[in-house]
């Protein structure tokens, strides 16, 4: 078993470097996969998740190969795949599983798709379902649309779709299937969702219709299939999901002042940053190129003192995946912090309301668990403990940023998944550790 072993720390003066993006990491791998020709991916997250998007394709046809670190090239498969031979393993992969389960829908074989054991228990009905209705065939092994799955492609027809939860997932696994079923396709988002997919199959030749959101972020996207993507260079910028950990951690030391460069600045993934302003922090962004298809820039943060928010409605989905660092962010704000309306934590990797809720629980923190989200007391004094991160990542690193808060040690154990989506957080943590 591997562990994090953590104490209390100083200010933190650093400048680090952010692996790649793991949504687009993903979608590169399976866009270039999908395309006519050759494509070079460059600043690819080698983590576990998006290498499973990697055998995955190459378990297609798809001809990957890598170049250097982070670097892939990839020769496609003009949108027609090879039946695999054996079973496509998933991982602990959920972004791999759904939006794989868009592309398979429209290949004329059967494929199963399998996962580990938290990705067995994560819903698949709801990319089972509009995909069912646009013609292709699934059986979830596992029971009530759980893995392994089945799928079994063929001819689509279009589908008009209007998503029950803001899920970049499902909305891409529906777009991916349009693309081969004739005629418009479209999704209707209830909030602005992550729009890597959209952007990517822009840049990789697909025309889209952009509906413009209303008040409330409900935007409808569509395209007219059949349509082909073409190869293209993609270069991945770096993750703010991962920058989002050190994001808390300077900003609640005094004293620090730290610098990010290169990390993705797309403003369906920029929550944290408007979350953290809110609360009190100071952070600066160099965007590098605000036109680009995938903004980036350089992000600096200085130590503050944070005070408690509200973070609620149609801003959840922006932050879907930095919930358990922001909610450390309330344990170590004054005042109180509320989530609510993000009842999507119960199905992650983990429960992660429960596993936050219990977590600052052993750290000290008064914490009251509802359905939807947490009301953390903060300002009180973190306690060091023993700590389970239940095999999910954020949960292991974000309660490894709690631990540098703490009176006494903290130990989380079982932290070998945090190579699922940011494998040198160890080793940076260790040179914070050591400054
Ligand atoms: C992702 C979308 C989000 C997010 C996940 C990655 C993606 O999930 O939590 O880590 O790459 O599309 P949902 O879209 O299911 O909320």
Redesign the pocket.
């Known amino acids: 078993m591997h562990t994090f072993t953590v104490h209390h720390c100083g200010p933190i003066r650093a400048t680090i470097t952010i692996p790649g993006d793991?949504?687009m990491s993903?979608?590169s791998a399976m866009f270039a996969s999908l395309a006519e020709g050759r494509s070079t991916i460059t600043g690819f997250l080698e983590s576990e998740d998006c290498l499973s998007t990697v055998n995955a394709m190459r378990a297609l046809g798809a001809h990957i190969e890598r170049s250097g670190t982070g670097t892939f090239v990839v020769k496609g498969k003009g949108g027609h795949f090879t039946a695999p031979a054996t079973d496509v393993d998933c991982g602990n992969s959920?972004?791999t599983m759904?939006?794989l389960s868009g592309i398979l829908a429209a290949q004329p074989f059967s494929s199963r798709l399998t996962g580990d054991a938290s990705l067995s228990k994560r819903p698949m009905g709801r990319v089972i379902k509009p995909l069912t209705e646009m013609g292709a065939r699934f059986n979830s092994e596992g029971g009530e649309g759980k893995p392994p799955l089945v799928v079994e492609g063929g001819k689509l027809i279009p589908l008009h779709y209007e998503m029950p939860?803001?899920?970049?997932?499902?909305?891409?696994a529906i777009l991916l299937a349009g693309l081969s079923a004739e005629g418009e396709t479209s999704v209707v988002e209830p909030a602005a969702?992550?729009d890597?997919?959209e952007r990517m199959l822009q840049e990789f030749g697909i025309s889209l219709d952009l509906g413009k959101a209303d008040v409330n972020g409900r935007r409808r996207i569509a395209l007219k299939g059949p349509q082909q993507l073409k190869a293209r260079d993609f270069a991945v910028p770096g993750d703010i999901?991962s920058a989002a950990f050190w994001l808390v951690a300077a900003s609640a030391k005094a004293g620090s002042d730290v610098t990010m460069p290169g990390v993705g600045l797309n403003p369906t993934r920029t929550g944290v940053i408007a979350v953290l302003r809110r609360m009190g922090a100071t952070i600066e962004t160099a965007p590098v190129d605000p036109d680009a298809a995938e903004p980036l820039g350089a992000v600096r943060v200085l130590g503050s003192e944070l005070h408690g928010t509200v973070i609620e409605g149609a801003e959840i989905?922006n932050v879907?995946?930095e919930l358990p660092i922001l909610a450390v962010a309330g344990a170590l704000a004054q005042g109180t912090t509320i989530i609510r309306d993000a009842k999507?934590l119960r199905v992650?990797e983990t429960d992660r309301i429960a596993a936050v809720a219990g977590n600052l629980r052993a750290m000290g923190v008064p914490v009251t668990e509802t359905e939807d989200g947490i009301v953390i007391e903060g300002g009180h004094p973190l306690k060091g403990a023993q700590l389970e991160c239940f095999h999910d990542h954020r949960i292991a690193m974000a309660f490894a940023i709690a631990g540098l808060f703490a009176e006494g040690e903290t130990v989380i154990n079982h932290v070998e998944c945090v190579a699922t989506s940011y494998p040198t957080f160890g080793s940076t943590l260790e040179s914070v550790l050591a400054a």
């Open positions: 793991k949504s993903h979608r959920g972004t759904r939006l939860v803001a899920s970049a997932q499902v909305k891409s969702c992550r890597h997919t999901s989905p879907i995946d999507e992650k």
